[in-house]
């Protein structure tokens, strides 16, 4: 566990490094980078990732709830109705909300486009977290659902909370107008130019430049690096793990500032918010003992476990390494 600790360590201090480099040079150059990268028109590629690009977030959501499906029994008995009805909510919320960012993103797309693929993506996800959970204690799967519940969640509150009132206009609408003037610092709140634009007929979205949720969401692939955790033959490919969340995060952000929709400082600033809530959520779940345990004796009941093992020898056999 102390190899991990410091594997992670290492990881998120790197990353975190890198990111903050990024939004240093986004707060002294936005808005060249931005002329730069943006041609004035939308790109397919743009596009596509505009649609799909938060489906980690939203697939591992879903997959989180498959997982509490699978384990459900394994927790106290007066629980497992409740994670039944709730596993079945958080799939279907998230599958929801999958569907309804992509066709808000993307409005040419045809819903049933939007579904198919959120659907297959997420089953995949899920059907891959079975099976690397399908020899794992029950406090392991529970461990990663808290941390990736705890991430995904946050991310999308607190980007949404920074987003709607900070009012920092977006680059497409800067080129449209040909008016620089518009553009502010990410550390400057933009409400009395959007109150302004608003008032004259402008759409409330082109103000919605700071944080990137795209970028925050596709971030949460981040916690691939929690993989290993969950089977032996990904340990000790944690980098590996991190290294695919952090492509695919690359991917999208670039495509947010080549849309015009963000600026090297909101994708930036985004990506870093994952990574404190990604840093914090481990950090809880895996390393603080005091309040893991808290959880984990709120949803496990050893006495019940084992009444149940003893009238069941096969299942005593599968998990007796539940509770420890």
Known sequence: ????????????????????ALLLIGTFADLPISRLLYPGRESSIGQFFAAFGELPCFALMIGCGVLLLTIRTRLRKVLQLPALIGSALLILASLVLAVHESVDNVPAMPT????????????????GLVFLTRACPAKTVVRFVCTVLFVTVLTMLLVNIIKIPWGRVRMRLIVLTGNESYYTPWWKAGTALKKRLVAEGVSSDEFRSFPSGHTACAACAMLFVLFPTLSKRLRGRERMCLGIGLF?????????????????????????????????????????????????DLLYDKQEQDAQNAESPAAHANRKSEGT
């Not at 102390?2 to 890198?18: C, D, E, I, V």
């Not at 481990?282 to 984990?296: D, E, G, P, Q, S």
Request: glycine content about 4%; overall charge positive.
């Open 1 to 20: 566990m102390n190899k991990l600790k410091m594997t992670y360590m290492r990881s998120a201090r790197n990353t975190g490094l890198a990111l903050l």
């Open 112 to 127: 049933v486009v939007a579904l198919i693929v959120a659907f297959f993506v997420s089953a995949l996800t899920a059907a």
């Open 248 to 296: 695919w995060t690359g991917v999208v952000a670039f495509t947010r500032i080549n849309m015009g929709a963000h600026f090297l400082s909101d994708v930036s600033f985004s990506a870093l918010l994952t990574l404190c809530l990604t840093a914090l959520g481990v950090y809880l779940f895996y390393f603080n003992k005091r309040v893991f345990n808290w959880v984990w």
